[in-house]
Every structure is written in structure tokens, then in C-alpha cells.
């Protein structure tokens, strides 16, 4: 069946992929992306030439942008079935380097940037009795790696937000699920953010070398198990063909390190519903 889709960060890497791959399956795909006349003219038009795509014009920091994208596609298609929170930033680097400010503009994009599209979008899924919002994590949201501490919390601050509403909002007929992706060539860490405060770098003498490192052993990694990122917008369009209400609430996709998130999804899934049993909010488990 046809769905209106809408995908933030489409511009590339993931988001890219998905918008193609859901607009090749036939639907429609509203394809959100910033600075549509400047900087990502060519991909949005690149993008814009593609069947069943339409690109918007959105910055998932500023809430008129998100509400006027939402409410103009309600208008032209009266639904949206789906919604793909993909725009992110990534973060790397000695987590002392991170200032306030810089802290802030992760968390604006990567949990914000979310929550206002999601805030935008359930008033209508709700009259629907029906909906489907993917927020893309990453494996790094359920363990936090050394040296990259504010994409680190600010992906398992979106872990919480999905948890918690994955279950508040099921009995609405609305599903809210994540992908935990791991480490992908993407265009993404060619626009990495580090901190601000570079003074506090030298304190560190040798430790300072860390980061360059990981990003090397990264590299090999790619070049050795070559993970395709095709793979994740596979996910998206896999998880939008199931039926509603029997979507994982945590879908992996890292053929480097998976298991280990898988692992720990599968206990802590365990324990949680135990929890909730206990509590009397089991029926929110069906």
C-alpha cells in the first residue's frame, strides 16, 4: 500500500538512500533537507528528479520550519503515514573541548531536532489511528565510546525519548521504533563536529592522539568488511512493510559490532517488561 513518507536529512548518507529506496518501492517521499537554494541545491534537485519525491525545505532546529513542512503535507496529501527522524550531526574528540554551546547545538539536532518533528506530526497520526515515526540512532546510543562523548549522549537521550513513547503511544495505533546503525562510510564524517575549547587539548599530552587513531582504525575498518549504508535504508523500508503493533521497537544494523548491541537489546528488553509487568502496565506490551 502507497505511504506518504517523510524523511529528515535527506540531503545524504542515509537519509539519501531511504528516500530513493522508499520512492522506488512507490511511495510518496517527502524528502527534507536545509538550504535547498544554497548549499544542497544540486542534491535537491538531483533528488527532486527522482519519481514520487518531493524535497522540503526544513531545519529540524527551528519549529516553524517543522510545522510548516508538516502542516503543508497534511494539506496536500490529508496523512502521513511515516516519518524517518534521520538528520544528525556527529561528534568526536576530547569530551573536555565541548562547551556548553557545543553540547547544546548536538542535543538540538540529534534529540531536539526529533522530539519537534514528532511533536509536529502525532496530532495527526493520532485522528488517524495510525503512524509510524523510525528515529535513527546508532549502537553508540546504548554503549558510549571513548572520545566521542556528545554524539554519545545525545543518541542515548533519543533512545530514551523512543523507549518511553514506543509504549506510550502503541495503544494509539502508533508505532515509534529506532535503527541502531554502527559505523558507515557516509558523507556524515566528513562533517564532524569537535569542541570549541582546544586549550584544554594540550593537558592531555598522548591521550590527544586517541581520536586521530580510532578515526584510522575506523578507516581499516571499512576497507576490510566494506558495510554498505544501503543496508540501513533496507531497515527503513523493512520496518515500514511490517504490520502495525509487531515493529521491534530496536532494530541493529552494524555488521562490524552488532551482536554486541543486540546482546544487550535482548536483556534489557527481558528485564523492562518484567518492570512494566510489575507495575500493571503490561498490557502496553501487546
Known sequence: MKKVIFI?????????????????????????MRDTKGRNAD????????????????????GKSVTDAVAMIIRKEGSIDVVVNNAGVYATGIAETFTEGDLEKAMDVNVKGPWRIIRAVLPQMRRQGKGLIINISSVAGRFSFPFQMAYNCSKFALEGLTEGLHYEVRPLGVDVIMIQPGAFPT????????????????????????????????????????????????????LINMPTGERPLRTVVDPATGNYAESANKHVKEQYEQFLTAFGMQGMLN
Open 8 to 32: 529528515t536529512g535527506t540531503n545524504s548518507g542515509f537519509g539519501w538512500l531511504a528516500a530513493n529506496s522508499c520512492a522506488t518501492a512507490g511511495h510518496k517521499v517527502y524528502a527534507a
Open 43 to 62: 542534491k535537491a534537485k538531483e533528488l527532486a528528479q527522482q519519481a514520487n519525491i518531493e524535497v522540503v525545505d526544513v531545519d529540524v532546529t527551528d
Open 187 to 238: 558523507e556524515i564524517f566528513g562533517k564532524t563536529m569537535t569542541g570549541s575549547d582546544a586549550a584544554v587539548i594540550a593537558g592531555y599530552g598522548d591521550l590527544a592522539k586517541v581520536p586521530e587513531q580510532i578515526g584510522a582504525g575506523v578507516g581499516q575498518m571499512f576497507e576490510a568488511l566494506k558495510p554498505n549504508p544501503q543496508l540501513v535504508a533496507d531497515a527503513v523500508l523493512q
